[in-house]
């Protein structure tokens, strides 16, 4: 994040202190709970909330329960939500938290006990105006739910927005399940149009069969492309002639939620998916999968970042200059964010959209926001990632400039 962020930063001349303030959080808050397990004994959690910044709204993020969840991790995850609110014009500042833990290890009961303790330890600091969560790597629905109605017996009113990705019946928004797929996809169809290329039987390799992987690969395969490639975490499936999607999406809800073991296709190793000659790889797994290490090996003409920095900054050079088009993270999963903003317009509004609406609106915001990384693109003559950055970094700094001019005139009348 801050390798790209310094990029950004050099070539908009951003003044130092401003450059500081915003390379590091707003806040940092570090939670320790612990909750009775079923088998009766006590076990002890760490959490993390770090808001980033708050300078174009009330600060908006995930969390995630991982085992692998780090306080370093959190911050850039952070800030990685404060530059894609900005990169889209919503009105969000960046957040994220996170809970060491492993969630499939946990019974929906200890779950539901972790997400309440961990909403109690930060009641003070949620809140529609404050900071708005919403489900990560681990998380979904239930914990949303969990958390809004923690939240709202503790502030003795019920409080929807403060919290999305919640159940439909619970305040949650039509569309918010399958929102970051399908940004994915139209960002993807999108770069496709870029390179002239013909979205019927061009071919795409997914990394990752959660939440982002399932429905960008379901959304392009209705598209017309070919899937050749698919992985989770216990197999990478191939086949030439396409994946059928949908019949994988039923093998794998009937199979404890893996790919493992479905017949229509060849297993490959995982490393090899991310090194397939198609024209677009998603990876929508987890980070640093690209690295200086296999990019040069990357045969896919286009990226599309579906998980959250799956490209490390020591790869960008290399795939730049063998012409990848990578189609950055803050950009290309920015759908999820999105109808998030309009599950909590929603709630605000008291109103219900319906899925129309909130599929035209994410077309809507995420192709503009698309042109103008790309003018940006021509405008400084740097990678869509740097763009995006470029676009961000201007309107953060901006407001918070004009934020800290308006405090320091206003101590000086006072004084
Ligand atoms: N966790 C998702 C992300 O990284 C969604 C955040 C949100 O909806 O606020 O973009």
Redesign the pocket.
Same mark, same amino acid.
């Given at each position: 994040m801050i390798d790209r962020f310094n990029i950004a930063a050099d070539i908009l001349k951003l003044d130092e202190s401003i450059r500081q303030r915003l390379q590091r959080p707003e806040k940092q808050i570090v939670v320790n709970f612990s909750i009775v397990l079923d088998n009766g004994k006590e076990q002890n959690f760490e959490g993390y909330r770090i808001i980033h910044n708050t300078a174009l709204g009330p600060s908006? #993020? #995930?969390i995630r329960y991982d085992t692998a969840v780090n306080l370093e991790e959190v911050k850039a995850?952070a800030a990685?939500?404060t530059w894609?609110s900005a990169v889209t014009g919503i009105p969000f500042g960046g957040a994220?938290g996170g809970i060491i833990c492993d969630p499939s290890t946990h019974s929906k009961r200890e779950l539901e006990k972790i997400t309440r303790a961990y909403t109690k330890s930060l009641s003070d600091i949620f809140g529609p105006q404050k900071d708005? &969560? /919403? &489900?990560?790597m681990g998380t979904g629905p239930d914990e949303m739910g969990w958390l809004m109605d923690e939240f709202s017996q503790l502030h003795g009113r019920i409080v929807h927005g403060v919290v !999305? #990705?919640k159940h439909l019946h619970a305040g949650g928004s039509l569309g918010r399940v399958e929102a !970051?797929g399908k940004g994915v996809s139209i960002i993807t169809l999108l770069a496709l149009e870029k390179l002239k290329l013909r979205p019927a039987g061009s071919t795409v390799a997914v990394q990752g069969f959660g939440n982002v992987g399932i429905h960008s690969a379901l959304f392009l395969y209705e598209k017309g492309l070919k899937v050749l490639a698919v992985s989770d975490v216990s197999e990478a499936l191939y086949n030439p002639d396409g994946i059928n999607i949908p019949e994988l999406i039923l093998y794998y809800n009937l199979n404890n939620k893996s790919i493992k073991g479905y017949p229509n296709s060849v297993t490959i190793k995982h490393e090899e998916l991310l090194l397939l000659e198609v024209d677009v790889l998603i990876p929508a797994a987890k980070e640093d999968v690209i690295t200086r290490q296999n990019a040069h090996e990357v045969k896919a003409k286009i990226i599309v970042e579906g998980a $959250?920095g799956p490209v490390s900054s020591d790869a960008d050079a290399i795939l730049e200059a063998n012409n990848v088009l990578v189609i950055p993270d803050i950009l290309a $999963? /920015?759908g999820?964010?999105t109808?998030?903003y309009f599950e909590w317009l929603q709630n605000t509004l008291v109103e219900k959209w319906g899925v129309n609406q909130v599929n035209r609106q994410l077309e809507n915001i995420l192709e503009k926001s698309f042109e103008t990384v790309f003018r940006t693109v021509k405008k400084y003559n740097v990678s869509p990632r740097i763009a995006s950055y470029i676009l961000a970094l201007q309107k953060v700094a901006e407001t918070q400039s004009v934020k800290e001019v308006a405090l320091t005139a206003e101590n000086y009348k006072q004084n």
């Open positions: 908006k #993020g #995930g995850l990685w939500m894609k994220k708005v &969560p /919403a &489900p990560d !999305t #990705g !970051t $959250n $999963n /920015a999820g964010v109808v998030s």
